[in-house]
């Protein structure tokens, strides 16, 4: 093991030697509300038409390269005029990373904390210096006046704001927003993931700061086994990114499926709807337990706050009940003692819920 440890020294960055992967849960058996992701399948007319769809799929060849097709029916669905710039990815990932890649070695960026955590993973990856900016502790709305310091100090290439937040489920100030957007000497991503549960966004606002992007994605609408997601902003911007974006990163099956999906822009409604009614019922009865704290989410599950040193004992105990959360309390800071539940179906929150008072009468 010598030989090999000395050979991973010589031959990797110190920045991936420092990393640990990232983690995803084994859900076989449980009840999966870990991961944000829509538990509504389509119904099965629709996943006959989709295969049908496939069928047509020329799978000896490359895909469309610029995904030219799909990339018109995003523009459609959120009104974009078709001259409109636009960048796709391999998920919201790849494009975090495509613009972290473009910026010089070394580079500072910048994120409130808790956010998302591929902000802080990717950066260190490429060599970049991130800076976490605490939230606000009793309400985890943004500090702006540590936001503003931090950029006036350390001039961020790149600021990446989630909108509702992630891990929190928060939509931040619009106020501090536009202040951060006005201050930032670079590029402000907001990434929009969580939308169709929230009723905000920034798309209307590209036209009038050259620096802003909005990033968004179509795993929490219903579509995270595709993996697509895409950049909005200035076609001057979009250009830079897409010369570094590897050709026909988006594959064929997905264009084609993605297509088919968002022109049933109606069943996701419906699902989104669903998801919000259920959000509303969860979170009251969450705070109806004696020793919980839920916060309110403009997303599609709710962050929670357990009594002061059980969140370990509370996660494992509904795990063994056969519901899989995320307990966040291992992060620290104003994340201890909190974990956070995907919004599901009636039923599986239910289980969830039963669980959750199970677990705090088990483990007083």
């Known amino acids: 093991m010598t030989k090999m440890n000395d050979l991973i020294a010589r031959v990797f960055r110190q920045e991936v030697l420092a990393m640990s992967a990232y983690h995803v849960a084994d859900a076989e058996d449980l009840i999966k509300l870990d991961a944000m992701e829509n538990p509504y399948e389509w119904p099965e007319d629709v996943k006959t038409h989709w295969l049908e769809t496939l069928r047509a799929c020329p799978l000896n060849r490359y895909p469309d390269p610029g995904a030219r097709r799909l990339a018109a029916t995003i523009k459609q669905m959120n009104g974009l005029d078709q001259d409109a710039a636009l960048l796709l990815g391999n998920g919201s990932d790849e494009i975090i990373q495509l613009l972290l890649m473009a910026l010089p070695q070394g580079s500072p960026v910048l994120s409130p904390e808790p956010g998302f955590v591929m902000y802080k993973q990717l950066s260190h990856c490429l060599g970049l210096n991130y800076i976490g900016i605490p939230l606000q ?44 957007i006005e201050q930032a000497p670079g590029l402000v991503v907001i990434d929009e993931a969580y939308e169709p549960f929230a009723d905000a966004s920034y798309l209307e606002m590209l036209g009038r700061h050259p620096n802003l992007l909005v990033m968004r994605t179509v795993s929490k609408l219903g579509l995270a086994g595709l993996r697509l997601g895409y950049l909005c902003g200035s076609p001057e911007l979009i250009e830079q990114l897409d010369k570094i974006r590897l050709p026909y990163n988006i594959n064929v099956l997905t264009q084609a499926s993605a297509e088919f999906a968002l022109n049933h822009k109606a ?20 705070n109806a337990i004696g020793g919980i704290t839920a916060y309110p989410s403009s997303a599609n599950f709710i962050l929670f706050r357990t009594p002061s040193g059980r969140a370990n004992a509370i996660f ?34 239910e289980a969830f819920l039963s669980a959750l008072k199970q677990s705090l009468i088990s483990h007083p």
């Open 137 to 180: 502790e009793e309400d985890f709305a943004l500090d702006l006046p540590a936001m503003l310091t931090a950029i006036e100090r350390h001039q961020p290439k790149l600021i990446f704001l989630a909108y509702p937040n992630n891990p929190t489920g928060n939509l931040f100030n619009q106020d501090a927003i536009g202040a951060i």
């Open 267 to 286: 069943l996701f409604d419906q699902q989104t709807r669903l998801i919000r009614a259920e959000r509303a019922r969860v979170f009251a009865e969450l």
């Open 316 to 349: 494992a105990a509904l795990k063994q009940m056969g519901v899989l959360i995320k307990n966040l309390s291992p992060q620290g800071g104003i994340l201890v003692d909190c974990l956070r539940v995907t919004i599901g179906k009636p039923d599986e929150n």
